[in-house]
C-alpha cells in the first residue's frame, strides 16, 4: 500500500514537472522580427551584402522612434514547418546551426532558417500584442565575423548579438564586400538604431555556414536568421 502511493506521488510530480517545464516554454518570448540584410551571397570569394532601404525592426522597448505598423513587410515568417526542440540557449524552436534542424525550421520573409522560431511564437504574440510595436529603423554599421570551423562551432555556438568582429562597416547606404578566407560559419550583423539614432536595438545577425565546390567555389550549405529575444 506505501509503495502504491509512492508512485502515485512521483506520477503527480512528474506530471507537475511536466507541466511547469510547457508552461515555462509557452512563456517564453520568441526572438523578434526584424529587417535589415536584403541578401549576404558568396561571390567571386567575397561576401556580398545588401542592407534592406527601408529598415525596420520589433519590440518591446518604450522609444520615440517612429512605429511602421502595416506599412512594412509582413510579421508572419514563411512556411508552416513546425520547429523541432532542443540546441542552442533554451526555449523552443529550431535551434540547430551545427548541429541540424535546418531542414525542419521556419523560414523568414527573406528565406533564412529562423534560429528559435515555431509555432509557439504567434500563440505568445497573441498574449502579448499590446506589448510588442514595429519601429522603423536606421542601421548604424554592418559588422562581419569568422566564428570558425564546423568543428569549433559545433562546441561553441554564440547565442545573439555582438560578436568581436573581422571588419566592420559605417557607410550603409551601400553594399559592401567581404573577402571569403576559408571554410567554416560566418556571421554578419546589423547594428540597428531608431531613425534619428534615438534608440539603440542591438544588432541583427545572419549566421551561415559556408563551403567549398569541387571546382573552387564558395557557397552558402545553410543560412539562420539570429534575433535576440523579445
Sequence with gaps: ????????????????????????????????????????????????????????????????????????????????????????????????????????????HHGRAWWHGGDYADDWRENHEDEVRRYRASIAAIGVAFLGSDERFEDDRPGAGEVPWDETFQNIDQAHSYEISREGWYRVGAHMVGPDGDADFGWESIDMEIDRTAGGDFVVDEKWKVSPRL
Design 1 to 108: 500500500m506505501q509503495r502504491r502511493k509512492f508512485l502515485r506521488g512521483v506520477a503527480a510530480a512528474g506530471g507537475v514537472a511536466a507541466l511547469a517545464g510547457c508552461s515555462f516554454l509557452n512563456s517564453a518570448p520568441p526572438p523578434r522580427r526584424s529587417n535589415a540584410i536584403a541578401s549576404v551571397e558568396p561571390q567571386n570569394g567575397a561576401l556580398q551584402i545588401e542592407p534592406v532601404d527601408s529598415p525596420w525592426i520589433e519590440s518591446r522597448k518604450d522609444t520615440s522612434a517612429p512605429t511602421a505598423a502595416g506599412l512594412l513587410a509582413p510579421l508572419s515568417p514563411i512556411g508552416g514547418a513546425r520547429a523541432a526542440k532542443g540546441g542552442g540557449s533554451g526555449g523552443r524552436g529550431a535551434t540547430g546551426r551545427g548541429s541540424g534542424g535546418y531542414a525542419s525550421a521556419p523560414r523568414t
